[in-house]
């Protein structure tokens, strides 16, 4: 099991930039896939973005491709999602999500370690 604390969110201009972090607990975070998911209210949990134990491989939806980056720090427990360019229709509570696996997956369900939430609001 590994503890997920996000943090970042707020609110920002369209436009406009914003780095969400994801702190991980545990000393075998190096071990995990992570994958960043957001939902707006109404919708459905959506892919964000994903990467690999070592950072080597990340995905991303078409719907954020070239805007967002995601990438990791093991040494700090930590994974980040750079986001630019924002557009009102990322408004959203991002979460981030981990699994002890090999896999890179954009399915939610594969994702058994949840953090609580971080809100992102993006004017227009």
């Known amino acids: 099991q590994v503890q997920l604390v996000e943090s970042g969110g707020g609110l920002v201009p369209a436009g406009g930039s914003l780095r969400l972090s994801c702190a991980a607990s545990?000393?075998?975070?190096?071990?995990?896939?992570v994958g960043w998911f957001r939902q707006a209210p109404g919708n459905e949990r959506e892919f964000v973005a994903a990467?690999?134990?070592?950072?080597?491989?990340?995905k991303y939806p078409d719907s954020v491709k070239g805007r967002f980056t995601i990438s990791r720090d093991n040494a700090k427990n930590t994974v980040y999602l750079q986001m630019n360019s924002l557009k009102p229709e990322d408004t959203a509570v991002y979460y981030c999500?981990?699994?002890?696996?090999?896999?890179?997956?954009?399915?939610?369900?594969?994702?058994?370690?949840w953090g609580q939430g971080t809100r992102v609001t993006v004017s227009s």
């Open positions: 999500a981990a699994q002890a696996t090999s896999y890179v997956s954009t399915l939610a369900n594969v994702y058994a370690n």
């Open positions: 545990g000393r075998t975070f190096s071990t995990y896939v």
């Open positions: 990467i690999s134990r070592s950072g080597s491989l990340t």
